[in-house]
Structure formats: structure tokens, C-alpha cells
């Protein structure tokens, strides 16, 4: 019961340059409305900025929004200083434009899944619920 | 008896009400409902002489030449760059070399923003969504071999375009260029940023200053360059509805004119050199109507409000991009289909001149052969449809002529908004805009999760991924090392004492209020680079912060 009261948090993160937020803008609106609690950075912060947010507002899981191309150098760097915080469960999750051949090593360096364009909104908070460490 | 039993049973019309039709609600892709059938009825209120007119003549809803596409096509213009500026340079020679008429230069992020390819900032991003410039040297290479006299650039930039626009007028007086003669567009609409795109790097007001500086600049040095392309386009991408895009887009053109006649410039000479950029979406003809609508409504505005007469105040020009937010991952090739129906949109609606996307965009940046594709769209659509025959071959449709008036009334009601706000810097300033466009994103993404809009490959028809593999053009973090190379040459062969001094004037000009461009133009000589300029402004001007919305 204790579990099911206490809302996911999720961040949507906006790294890089780019300031396409269309998508990122979206998926926090979708996310709230099916039921979780959203925290939105805003534009061009650092991977650094990021992890310090995910600390800061305890989030179960980070979206992050690349469609610039700089998601090999950014995403890993996110991952690794979440984990150097000690947030070993906190999911990480990747969408935007990414080419099919740079999904393996995302994923193996800690991006649980990644997004691409035509994704349905319902279908990235569903695998958000079913991805999530519950707290205890 | 029989004869009138079958009479009966064949032949009793079916009232319009009754007949069933396959869906409740027909809308277009900005979800707005579209009639089963329209008549004389919808178009009583639209003047065949005074809304409609003849092509040529005001309020030029038929196109501002009398010729059509008759007299002169449209300029096809692909936008291009990325990677290194020597790749860059290579790929416009290719495409003039198959008969590209205009160039388009895309900037990379880190330009974009106004940094160095050596920024720390900058990592991850150089040479990726476009070509990396930093410094005049940048500049000269991308443009080596290519006369500037001859052939017209557009610059897609915008928080620094001054910078951009300093460069390539050096570049091309080093070439032999005459001021005088050299055309081309500078995007430079900073508004749109503040609504939609997000480049920003300076707050709006003192933004704004330095696109009238461009205008006063080149109304005086430069008369046939266009200083700034008021765009559209990714106020649509960021997911306005076509009525948004013109409303915005229009009234950020008012914006411009109103802040150049503030700085005492005349509406007669500058005005002529804006134009204006638009998207050309799926719904065929939501666009074509968009597009008569802009004409007719900045021809009226631009002689009801600012008193102008001369034709070319009147007269809107614009650009046209296929809609890069249509492309589909899934599929890509269906992309071939969807730019080539966008594409003829945008010629029946009478646009000047023309991109076509790539099918590969929605996965990277071009590969020639994709982008050669693209361009041959064009040229298929200028050569063998016959569409370029006849001038607006759909004017007078009871259809388009009732659309347009739509569109025309529509916008008209959020200028009405907007300037009870007090102008577009205010409505961007309480976030009006921006909020608008997120909510139509957000309705549009809903409408197409319920199925009541469809992407063919996407939510509809879709197959196994493994059908949609298609080359990709992948650039890695080797460009960013071969541009920070050039950068400490560039930095290690000029005068450092005339770098700093430029730089001070640079800042002395920002903080007198003086035009900025002269002192841009020095420092851009002394191969002063885009982020140490855009630095020097940044210690006067300040950042812009976005207000939460």
C-alpha cells in the first residue's frame, strides 16, 4: 500500500545545446497525466546540473530529451555521475534522434531503454511503471 | 407500378445528412474541421476584384507576379551544412554542379549559440545538425571557389547573425565582391527564438536592437541583401497549428517594422528586403491557404497600418521547408512521398523559393544521394507537372478562396490579442506564444495516440524495423579536434593587440547605442572569433532567462 501512494518522480532533462523542447515538453505533460509527478530542467543544462536535480528532487527515473546527435558523449557521462551519487536504481531512459547502431552501447553503458521519434507517450510511461524500483 | 417500384428503390436521392461517411469529424492536420463540400455559399463574403484580384496586383493573393512561375521559377534552395567547413564547401559544389540555383548555409549548434568549436560547451555538438564556424577563417574555406557576386547565400542563424553576417561580407570583399550587387537572406529572426526555436543567447530588447542594426547596415551598404527572413517555420515545428505559424509569423513581422521605423528608418527602404519563411505541412490544402493568406494580409497591413505604398513594401516574399517534423523514422522512404506532396503545396501557394527535405532527415543529416533526391523533387515538380504553367491554378476554388478567408480572419484575431498585450516582445515576455504552441503539440500528440490522426508507418500500416534501414551520414567527435586545430592556428597567426582592441569597440558601440555592425566587421577582420564577439556583446547585453511556463 505505501508503495502505491507515493507518486514516481520522473525528470525530464534537456542537455546539450539543442533547444528543441517540443518532445521534451510533451512527454512531461503526457507523464503528469498519467498520474506521475514531473520535474522539468529547462534547456542546456550539463550532465552535472542534471544529477544534481535527480538528487535534489529524488526522482526514480531520468528522461532525457537529445535530437542534436550528442547523446555518446552526454548520456554516459549523466549515467555515471547519477551512479558516483550512489543512485545505482534511479532508470535513465533516452529519447530523440538517435541512429539504430549507437542503441547497444547506450544501452550498456546504463540507458535502460531509448525513444525514438513515433514513440506513443502511453507507451513511455508504461515501461516507466514497469522499470522503476519501488521504494521501499 | 413496377416502373415506379424501381424508381423508388434506385433512384431517390440520399439527403447529405443521411449518407455515412467514414468518420465523424474531418480535420486537417492543425485539427481543424473541414466541410463535406463547399459551394458559392462559403465564398459570399470574399470580393472576386478586392480579396481575390490578379496575380501581380495588391492585395496579391494570387501571387506578387504577374507571370507565376512563368516569368521566373523559384530558387531551389537546400539547406546544407555539416561537419568540417571544407566538407561543407564540397557538398555546395555538388549541389550547384546538379543544378541547384541558391545556396543555404545550416549552422552547427555551438555557432548557433555563439561559441567556439573549443568551448567546453561546445563538446559533443561541433560539425553535428550543421557546418562548425568559429572564425573568418571558417568562413573563407566554406566559401572557397564560390563567387559571391554570382551565386545568392542564405544564413540560417540568428542570436548571432550580425557576427555571421560580418564574416560573409568580408569573405566576399576579399573575393572582389561589390557590396552593392551581392544578394542573399540572413535568417536573423530572433523572435521566433524567443517563441520557438530557443537559440537565444541576449535578452529580447537588446536583441532586437542588433537586427535593427543589420537593417540600418544593409538599407545603407548593402541595398539588395535581405537582413532578415521572419520565419514560421519552427514556430510550426515546435507544434503551432498553420494558422498559429501565420498569426505569429505576421505579427513578429509587424514587430520588425515597427522597431525599424523607431529607429527612423524608412518602412519604403527597408521593408522590401524582409522576408519571410514558411513550413509546408502534410495537409495540402491548409497550406496553399496559409500562404495566399500571408500575402493578402501583409499587403493590407502593410498599407492600413504603416501607410505604405510602393509594391515592394507590399509584397510578401517568402521560403518554403518541407516539414521536417513530418518525417518518419519507420518507413523512410515514405518520406520521398510526403516531401513531394508538401513541396507542390508550397509551389501552388506561390512561394519564392524552395528546400526539399531529405527522406534520411528524421535519422540524420543528408547523404548525397539522399539530398540529391531531395532536389530532384523539385525539379520534377518545376519540369514535368505543368503546375508551373499557369499562375495560382487554384484561385477562385470555393475551397482554397474560403480557407484563405479563414486563415486571414483567424489571424487577424490574434493580432487583435497580441496587441492588447501591448506587442510580440510583451505577449513573448508573459509567455503567450510559447504557451499556445505547447498546447496545440500536446492536443495534436493526443489526437494522434487516439487514432484520430494518422502517420502512415506509424501508427498505422507498420512493419518490422528491420525494413526501414537506409545509409546514414554519421559525424563523429573528429571534427571537433580538426576544428579546435584551426582555431589555435587561426589564434596563433593574427594580432592579439588588434583582436582586443576590436573587441573594445565592439563593446563601446553596444554600450552607446551606436550600430554595432562597423565595430563587428573590424573585429571579424582581425579574425576576432564568433565567441569571443558574442562574449564582448554578452558582457553588455547580459543572457536571457526563459520564464517558466
Keep these: 500500500m505505501a508503495q502505491s501512494e507515493r507518486k514516481i518522480r520522473v525528470l525530464v532533462a534537456k542537455p546539450g ?19 506521475m509527478e514531473v520535474i522539468y530542467t529547462g534547456l542546456r543544462q550539463t550532465p552535472e546540473m542534471i544529477a544534481a536535480a535527480a538528487l535534489q528532487e529524488d526522482v526514480d527515473a531520468v528522461g532525457v530529451s537529445i535530437l542534436s546527435g550528442a547523446h555518446n558523449t552526454l548520456c554516459p557521462r549523466i549515467v555515471s555521475l547519477l551512479r558516483n551519487q550512489g543512485m545505482n536504481d534511479t532508470l535513465v531512459i533516452l529519447g530523440g534522434i538517435v541512429p539504430q547502431e549507437d542503441i547497444p552501447k547506450l544501452k550498456e553503458q546504463g540507458v535502460a531503454e531509448i525513444f525514438l521519434p513515433g514513440t506513443s507517450t502511453q507507451d513511455i510511461a508504461k515501461f516507466i511503471r514497469e522499470n522503476v524500483k519501488p521504494r521501499e | 407500378m413496377a416502373t415506379t417500384e424501381i424508381a423508388s428503390t434506385q433512384f431517390t436521392p440520399v439527403s447529405p445528412s443521411q449518407s455515412k461517411e467514414r468518420k465523424s469529424h474531418f480535420c486537417t492536420v492543425s485539427l481543424d474541421e473541414i466541410n463535406r463540400l463547399y459551394t458559392p455559399d462559403d465564398i459570399r463574403d470574399v470580393e472576386q476584384v478586392t480579396d481575390i ?10 501571387g506578387i507576379h504577374a507571370t507565376g512561375y512563368r516569368g521566373k521559377l523559384w530558387t531551389m534552395r537546400q539547406f546544407a551544412g555539416f561537419s568540417t567547413p571544407e566538407e561543407t564547401n564540397r557538398r555546395f559544389k555538388y549541389l550547384l554542379k546538379e543544378g541547384q540555383t541558391g545556396l543555404s548555409v545550416a549552422y552547427d549548434l555551438p555557432t548557433l549559440m555563439g561559441y567556439d568549436a573549443d568551448s567546453s560547451l561546445s563538446e559533443g555538438e561541433v560539425g553535428k545538425c550543421g557546418v562548425a564556424v568559429s572564425s573568418l577563417a571558417d568562413m573563407e574555406t566554406l566559401f572557397d571557389g564560390i563567387d559571391l557576386e554570382k551565386v545568392t547565400v542564405s544564413q540560417t542563424i540568428n542570436a548571432p547573425a550580425s557576427v555571421l553576417l560580418a564574416m560573409y561580407l568580408v569573405v566576399a570583399e576579399k573575393q572582389g565582391a561589390d557590396w552593392q550587387k551581392i544578394s542573399g537572406t540572413l535568417q536573423n529572426d530572433i523572435l521566433k527564438e524567443y517563441i520557438a526555436q530557443k537559440e537565444w543567447i541576449y535578452p529580447i530588447r537588446p536583441a532586437m536592437k542588433l537586427v535593427v542594426d543589420t537593417f540600418e547596415f544593409c538599407t545603407a551598404q548593402v541595398p539588395k541583401y535581405n537582413p532578415i527572413s521572419v520565419s514560421g517555420y519552427h514556430i510550426r515545428e515546435a507544434g503551432a497549428t498553420a494558422l498559429q505559424e501565420l498569426a505569429f509569423t505576421l505579427r513578429d513581422g509587424i514587430e520588425y517594422v515597427e522597431w525599424g521605423v523607431s529607429a527612423g528608418l524608412d518602412i519604403e527602404k527597408f521593408v522590401p528586403r524582409i522576408s519571410f519563411f514558411f513550413n509546408a505541412h502534410n495537409d495540402f490544402f491548409e497550406e496553399i491557404a496559409k500562404y495566399r493568406a500571408a500575402r493578402r494580409l501583409w499587403a493590407r497591413i502593410m498599407r492600413d497600418r504603416f501607410g505604405a505604398r510602393s509594391e515592394r513594401t507590399l509584397q510578401l516574399r517568402f521560403h ?3 516539414a521536417g517534423v513530418s518525417l518518419t523514422v519507420q518507413q523512410p522512404l515514405n518520406n520521398v512521398v510526403r516531401v513531394a506532396i508538401q513541396a ?16 534520411d532527415e528524421a535519422l540524420a543529416l543528408p547523404t548525397d544521394r539522399a539530398a540529391l533526391l531531395a532536389l530532384r523533387t523539385q525539379q520534377i515538380i518545376a519540369e514535368e507537372s505543368g503546375v508551373a504553367n499557369t499562375v495560382d491554378p487554384l484561385g477562385g476554388s470555393y475551397f482554397v478562396e474560403a480557407f484563405t478567408e479563414k486563415m486571414e480572419q483567424g489571424a487577424r484575431d490574434y493580432f487583435d490579442r497580441i496587441d492588447a498585450m501591448g506587442g510580440m516582445v510583451e505577449a513573448i515576455e508573459k509567455g503567450f506564444p510559447q504557451r499556445e504552441i505547447q498546447d496545440s503539440a500536446y492536443q495534436y500528440q493526443k489526437a494522434l495516440e487516439a487514432g484520430e490522426q494518422t502517420i502512415v508507418g506509424v501508427n498505422k500500416y507498420q512493419m518490422e524495423a528491420a525494413s526501414t534501414e537506409i545509409p546514414i551520414l554519421v559525424i563523429d567527435e573528429s571534427v571537433r579536434h580538426h576544428q579546435i586545430e584551426r582555431l589555435e592556428q ?16 565592439i563593446r563601446r558601440a553596444a554600450q552607446t547605442q551606436a550600430n554595432t555592425l562597423p565595430a563587428t566587421i573590424e573585429a571579424v577582420r582581425e579574425y576576432a572569433t564568433l565567441g569571443e564577439i558574442c562574449s564582448a556583446l554578452r558582457d553588455v547585453y547580459g543572457i536571457y532567462e526563459e520564464p517558466a511556463i
Excluded: C, M, W
Aim: hydrophobic share 30%.
Design chain 2, 344 to 359: 507542390l503545396a508550397g509551389v501552388l501557394g506561390g512561394t519564392q523559393s524552395l528546400h526539399t527535405d531529405s527522406y
Design chain 2, 53 to 62: 484580384g490578379q496575380p501581380g496586383e495588391f492585395p496579391y493573393t494570387r
Design chain 2, 490 to 505: 587561426t589564434r596563433a597567426r593574427r594580432d592579439e593587440g588588434a583582436v582586443a582592441r576590436t573587441l573594445d569597440n
Design chain 1, 17 to 35: 545545446l539543442d533547444g528543441h523542447d517540443r518532445g521534451a515538453k510533451v512527454i512531461a505533460r503526457a507523464l503528469r497525466d498519467a498520474g
Design chain 2, 320 to 322: 518554403t521547408q518541407t
